[in-house]
């Protein structure tokens, strides 16, 4: 009997070490990236290289067109995406069963199309928003491609912002005779803001990484786009084409993906700085608000 | 008395067609999956018609503009990237949330968090620069390229760990206190209380995070793109350039004429049947167990 | 048999406890009884060091189990906790078989034959009362059972460790009447076997089956021990006023 108990106090320090060996591995890795890209990249960051438009196939110059392109696709992405998927997290959570039934049904869709690959959309967004619609490579079959992506994650964290909204609210609005969409609009959805936001935020920062849906919606055009009909280039489809397709652009390559990182971690920041802001205002205002 | 007749005739039809109008989007929501599942069938069609389903497995190898339409080799590939990645990624994410439930202070666990949610929201050609500049030089000192099966599952398993540290860590956290507490009032060991009862009765969320990731490796295109080198035929060992379905369908893409464009949206009709019955069979399972 | 000297627990800046100086027999039955929230179960959970699991959580004073102190170096806490059982309030079996929720920890502490593990699991359904209920389904769900059987099997994977003391949580508040009475006749039939400490809100039930009584009560923000004694001693004689008509059941 000695020896097993002796046993287990071996198993239990093999098991601390293997365990704090592994986070510290994650640990190294992360750091390895994120300081290789940084110091590779930052030594070329400058307002230039933000500003100007790229130059012998991106080899020299800046990503400013680039930088445009990406944000119109977002505006793009956003508009699209935003009311539809506010309407339908708002009639899901209504429902209460998620079982059989329409709601079911949706959140089953919903739960697919969050898997689908990213190519996959590419290849859908290119039958249908470019040759279908007629849209062609474009800033617009990009952004709406991105669109149906980002749908899934917005619906969900959308709705489950709603849910977390005390049931108390919902009773005292009910209980001033409030009809539901006052309710709706005036108590419920912003005391559901932050978690609203944290989910666009997600959303955001999805689109962003996104590149293989974009290289067959959007194309790869690196001029300043002058309409949402023009091709653009996103960054991370500048990073992908500065890698593998043009030689010598590695450097390039590097200098963007920083500030593609760096603009994943402001967002990411800012979200975080919301949500505790928003917290902290407390919900005493919501409830006083819809009353006026 | 007034404001409470508005009240009542107004809400009403104001009720009704936020109703109608967010139910209609929901519908809308749920259609466009149909939507491109419809678009992907038409656009396979072609291929089904003039090529069929049985060459895809017995055409000898992928020359499509030989006439050859074997997507066996791709098929191969993608699955070895994805086993392998999630191989590798399952036990560290594992071993992450444990690491961030269990062993580490407050402090030290949250930090991890955020490091861990960090790494998730790294793109996906990021990973693949890094790979391609760093890890695929490392690599070449084993032979071949560097350009590899072994490369790509490698940062696979990098880009899908997240995934499953994060939603196991989610489940073990919703262990209820109270059996942790009656392990430990039982005067068991950490390790024995984190093996024995924390992980077994977290068991489905961490089931629900490995078969996320698995379908997140499946459909990964840009990082295989850039690290699996580009060769479609059967890899003969590890270090064996490979070429993904995934890979496949993004090169081809741009150049592919009529049957042959025809043919990848057919390995995207295959992706998709493979991600969406993972996604079904995991909710099924996790319905059935609350039963 | 236990025994605290001056004991007290705080959370970070909250005392739960403040200088707690109690002792109870070997053998013997101790009630600790008192209203909401004046640190009884801070106290108990001070005893098996399970405030260790808490991270804010700081003792001084000292703990004594059978003459050795709690805290010193030469105790190990899997092993005190052994020794020193603690069942809770809510029950909470392990969403394993009966057989294995035993089984478990008396594996971890060194039981490995099968025959051994088989022949302990029998005598402890025996002694809490449930082999009779269960015999024919060892290898079913704990999460099967009623409150009150689950609670007797906490009681049972307790005391197949074979410890000297074991400390319980109102172990009976949780249950229905008909419930905790076997509970309640089942901790009686524990004593003499077990040195017990008992949490309870009840005071009839602290009545009937204890055999000393610490009346916990808040006094400047903190929980502190105002009376104590033999139990009879306790309830018909009172120094303390306080203690005395919450016992009467005037206060609290």
Not at chain 3, 61 to 81: K, M, N, P, W, Y
Not at chain 3, 210 to 229: C, K, L, N, P, T
């Amino acid at each position: 009997m000695f020896d097993s108990v002796n046993a287990s106090a071996i198993k239990e320090r093999v098991a601390c070490f293997v365990v704090w060996l592994g986070a510290a591995a994650i640990l190294c890795v992360l750091m390895w990236i994120v300081f290789d890209i940084l110091m590779k990249g930052a030594s070329q960051l400058s307002i230039n290289f933000l500003l100007n438009a790229p130059e012998d196939a991106g080899r020299s110059g800046g990503i400013g067109t680039i930088i445009v392109s990406t944000l119109m696709i977002l505006a793009v992405t956003i508009t699209a995406a935003v009311p539809l998927a506010l309407a339908s997290a708002i009639a899901l959570s209504e429902d209460a069963k998620s079982g059989p039934g329409l709601s079911g049904f949706v959140r089953r869709s919903l739960d697919v199309l969050a898997a689908v690959p990213s190519i996959v959309f590419g290849l859908f967004g290119n039958a249908f928003f470019c040759i279908t619609l007629g849209m062609g490579y474009s800033i617009l079959s990009g952004g709406l491609t991105l669109a149906c992506m980002a749908l899934p994650i917005l619906i969900r964290t959308t709705e489950q912002a709603i849910r977390a909204v005390p049931s108390e609210y919902r009773h005292a609005a009910a209980a001033l005779g409030l009809s539901r969409s006052t309710a709706l609009f005036r108590v419920i959805l912003p005391s559901a803001m932050p978690g609203i936001g944290a989910g666009l935020v997600l959303g955001i920062g999805r689109a962003l990484a996104e590149t293989a849906a974009l290289i067959f919606t959007a194309g790869y055009v690196t001029r300043m786009p002058e309409s949402l009909s023009d091709s653009g280039r996103s960054l991370s489809v500048h990073i992908y084409d500065m890698a593998m397709n043009v030689p010598g652009g590695n450097s390039r390559a590097y200098a963007t993906a920083t500030v593609l990182v760096g603009l994943l971690l402001f967002i990411n920041a800012a979200a975080l700085a919301t949500t505790r802001y928003a917290g902290n205002r407390g919900s005493s205002h919501v409830m006083s608000g819809a009353i006026r | 008395m007034t404001l409470s007749c508005r009240n009542i005739s107004f809400p009403f039809n104001a009720d009704r067609w936020l109703t109608r109008l967010t139910r209609l989007s929901a519908c809308v929501s749920a259609a466009i999956v149909l939507l491109v599942i419809t678009f992907l069938l038409l656009e396979s069609w072609p291929a089904f018609r003039t090529i069929g389903v049985s060459r895809f497995i017995t055409d000898e190898s992928w020359h499509p503009l030989s006439d050859r339409f074997c997507l066996v080799p791709m098929i191969t590939a993608t699955a070895l990237t994805s086993g392998g990645a999630v191989i590798f990624a399952a036990p560290l994410g594992v071993c992450s949330a444990v690491f961030s439930q269990f062993y580490a202070p407050p402090r030290i666990a949250a930090w991890h968090r955020r490091l861990v949610e960090l790494l998730a929201g790294i793109p996906s050609v990021v990973f693949g620069l890094w790979g391609l500049v760093i890890l695929v030089p490392l690599l070449a000192h084993l032979g071949g390229s560097g350009q590899s099966l072994l490369a790509a599952t490698l940062v696979l398993a990098l880009m899908i760990m997240p995934t499953v540290a994060l939603t196991s860590s989610s489940a073990l956290s919703s262990v209820p206190a109270e059996l942790i507490r009656g392990g430990a009032a039982l005067g068991m060991k950490r390790w024995s209380i984190v093996w024995q009862i924390a992980i077994p009765a977290a068991r489905s969320g961490i089931n629900t995070g490995v078969m996320l990731a698995t379908a997140r490796a499946v459909g990964e295109t840009m990082a295989v793109l850039m690290l699996a080198g580009n060769v479609p035929e059967m890899p003969s060992a590890i270090v064996s350039p490979v070429r993904t379905l995934t890979a496949n369908i993004a090169l081809e893409m741009g150049y592919a004429t009529a049957e042959h464009r025809s043919l990848l949206f057919v390995s995207g009709l295959m992706l998709m049947g493979v991600v969406s019955a993972g996604v079904l069979i995991a909710e099924l399972v996790r319905g059935r167990r609350h039963v | 048999m236990i025994r605290t000297e001056l004991l007290s627990v705080h959370y970070g800046a909250l005392t739960a406890v403040r200088n707690a100086s109690f002792y109870v027999i070997k053998g013997k039955i101790a009630a600790i009884v008192g209203p909401s929230g004046c640190g009884k179960s801070s106290f108990l959970s001070a005893i098996n060091r399970m405030t260790d699991l808490t991270p804010a959580a700081r003792i001084t004073g000292q703990i004594f189990v059978d003459g050795t102190d709690v805290h010193s170096s030469h105790q190990d806490a899997a092993e005190l906790r052994r020794s020193v059982g603690m069942i809770f309030q809510k029950p909470n079996p392990f969403p394993m078989s009966i057989r294995r929720n035993i089984q478990l920890a008396l594996k971890e502490h060194g039981t490995r034959r099968r025959t051994d593990l088989d022949t302990t699991t029998e005598r402890v359904l025996q002694d809490v009362g449930l082999w009779d209920e269960v015999k024919d389904r060892l290898d079913s769900s704990a999460m099967e059972l009623s409150g009150g059987q689950q609670q007797r099997l906490c009681i049972a994977r307790a005391i197949a460790l074979q410890p000297q003391v074991l400390l319980m949580d109102e172990p009976c508040s949780a249950l229905d009447p008909i419930a905790s009475a076997k509970v309640e006749s089942l901790i009686e039939s524990l004593r003499g076997r077990y040195t017990i400490v008992i949490v309870t809100h009840n005071l009839a039930q602290a009545r009937r089956i204890a055999d000393q009584v610490s009346v916990f009560w808040v006094r400047d923000g903190a929980g502190e021990i105002i009376e104590q004694g033999p139990t009879m001693d306790v309830f018909s004689n009172a120094s303390n006023h306080t203690a005395a008509a919450y016992l009467a059941g005037v206060k609290g």
